[in-house]
C-alpha cells in the first residue's frame, strides 16, 4: 500500500476550464496505477464514492461539489517507439501527444491539435476536430476495471466507438483508462478533409502545417485556452451535434426555408453520417433558435466566436449555467423539434 496523502474540502473550480462548482469532500492525486488501486480500496473502506478527474476541460463540478474522493489522474509516463507507436500514460496532456507526434512527423493525429484536457479522456469521449476522430489513432487503451480491480487491455474494436461515444462513456462505472496506446504512421500525409481546413490550406501541405492551420481555425473560435481570450473559460462544444433520420432532416431543412431562416436546403449545415443518418450542426440550431453569439444571462453566456460554446465569465454558478443550458435546449426544441444533448460530463 502506498501512502495516501487525501486532502479535504480541495476547491475543485480552479481544476476545469469552466472554473465553476464546489470543493471535493476528499481529493487525492494519483500518479501511478498502485496509487490510483490504492485510492479506489480507501473510499471503499470508507463507503464513500469516487470519481476521476482529468485535465477538467469537458468537466461541469456542481455548485455543492463531489460528496466523496475525487482521484486526480496524474499518470504522466509517455514514451514514443520506432514505427510510430506512442504509449501515453491518462494524465498526460493532450497536446503533448499531439505535439511529439507531429514533430516526429506521424500522422494520425494533427486534426486534434490544440484541444484542451488529458488523454485519458480522449478514448472516453472519441474526441474529434478537422476530420479525424481519436479512435482511427486507437491501439489499445489500457484499463482499471473497478469490480474487480484488475487491469485489462482493450482493443479498439472492444471500445465500440461513435461520434463522441463510447462504451467508457455509455458505461461510466466500469472502467477506468489508466494508459491509452496509439499506432500512427510515419511519414504519412496529413488529413486534410474537413472543409474549413481544405480552404486554408494545400494538399501538399506538411502535417506541422496541418497543425498550424488547426490552431489558427481553433483559435479563431476560442476554442484555444487563450489567457487573453475572454471566451476562455468554457467546456469547449456545450452540445453534441444531433444525429437524426433523413426524414427528420428534411423537415428541419424545409422548416428552416419556410421560416426564412435560410435562403435555401443548401444552407442549412448538414452531413450524412452513414445508416441513413445525418449531423445537423447544433451551432447553426441555436442561432436560429434565436440566440446570437455573445448573448448573456448574467456571468453565463454564449461564446462570441462559437454558438456551441457556454462560457462564464466569472463570479457565476454551474446553476446559472445549466439554467441557461436548459433555455437554449427549450429555443432549440420549439423551434426545430431537435433535441439538444449535452456534451461535457457532470460530476456526480
Ligand atoms: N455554426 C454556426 N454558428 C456557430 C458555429 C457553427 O452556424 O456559432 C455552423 C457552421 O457554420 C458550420 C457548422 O455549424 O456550418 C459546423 O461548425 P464547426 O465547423 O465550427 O463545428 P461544430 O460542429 O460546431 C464540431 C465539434 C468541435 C470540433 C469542430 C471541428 C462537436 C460537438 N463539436 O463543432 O469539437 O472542434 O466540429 O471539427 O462535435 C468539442 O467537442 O468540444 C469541440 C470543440
Redesign the pocket.
Known amino acids: 500500500m502506498t501512502t495516501l496523502d487525501i486532502q479535504r474540502d480541495v476547491p475543485l473550480a480552479p481544476l476545469t476550464t469552466l472554473v465553476l462548482g464546489g470543493s471535493a469532500r476528499c481529493f487525492v492525486r494519483a500518479e501511478d496505477e498502485a496509487t490510483l488501486v490504492d485510492a479506489l480500496r480507501w473510499a471503499a473502506d470508507e463507503g464513500i464514492s469516487s470519481s476521476i478527474l482529468g485535465g477538467g476541460s469537458n468537466l461541469i463540478v456542481p455548485d455543492e461539489g463531489y460528496d466523496g474522493l475525487v482521484i486526480h489522474m496524474r499518470i504522466a509516463d509517455i514514451e514514443f517507439r520506432n514505427g510510430g507507436t506512442v504509449d501515453a500514460g491518462a494524465g498526460v496532456p493532450w497536446e503533448t501527444v499531439v505535439d511529439g507526434a507531429v514533430s516526429r512527423a506521424w500522422a494520425g493525429l494533427e486534426c486534434l491539435s490544440g484541444i484542451p484536457g488529458s488523454t485519458g479522456a480522449t478514448p472516453i469521449q472519441n474526441v474529434?476536430?478537422?476530420g479525424q476522430e481519436v479512435a482511427d489513432a486507437i491501439a489499445a487503451v489500457r484499463v482499471l476495471r473497478r469490480d474487480t480491480l484488475t487491469f485489462e487491455e482493450l482493443g479498439p474494436e472492444d471500445c465500440t466507438f461513435g461520434y463522441?461515444n463510447s462504451l467508457f462513456k455509455r458505461e461510466p462505472d466500469r472502467f477506468i483508462v489508466t494508459a491509452v496506446r496509439f499506432a500512427l504512421r510515419p511519414n504519412a500525409p496529413g488529413t486534410i478533409r474537413?472543409g474549413?481546413l481544405h480552404k486554408s490550406i494545400g494538399a501538399d501541405a506538411t502535417l506541422a502545417d496541418v497543425r498550424r492551420a488547426v490552431l489558427h481555425l481553433r483559435r479563431r473560435?476560442s476554442?484555444l485556452i487563450d489567457p487573453d481570450d475572454p471566451n476562455r473559460r468554457s467546456a469547449?462544444?456545450f452540445?453534441?451535434?444531433p444525429i437524426v433520420g433523413a426524414a427528420e432532416a428534411e423537415r428541419v431543412v424545409e422548416q428552416a426555408v419556410g421560416q426564412h431562416l435560410a435562403a435555401s436546403p443548401a444552407d442549412v449545415?448538414r452531413y450524412p453520417v452513414g445508416d441513413g443518418k445525418v449531423k445537423l450542426?447544433?451551432?447553426?440550431l441555436i442561432?436560429k433558435a434565436g440566440i446570437e453569439?455573445g448573448t448573456r444571462r448574467g456571468a453565463i453566456g454564449v461564446s462570441t466566436n462559437?454558438?456551441?460554446a457556454l462560457v462564464h465569465h466569472g463570479g457565476g454558478t454551474t446553476a446559472d449555467l445549466l439554467a441557461f443550458a436548459d433555455e437554449i435546449r427549450v429555443r432549440v426544441r420549439d423551434r426545430f423539434g431537435v433535441k439538444l444533448e449535452r456534451?461535457p460530463r457532470l460530476l456526480r
Open positions: 474529434g476536430a478537422y463522441r474537413y474549413e473560435k476554442m469547449g462544444s452540445f453534441l451535434n449545415p450542426a447544433a451551432g447553426w442561432e453569439k462559437h454558438a456551441l456534451e
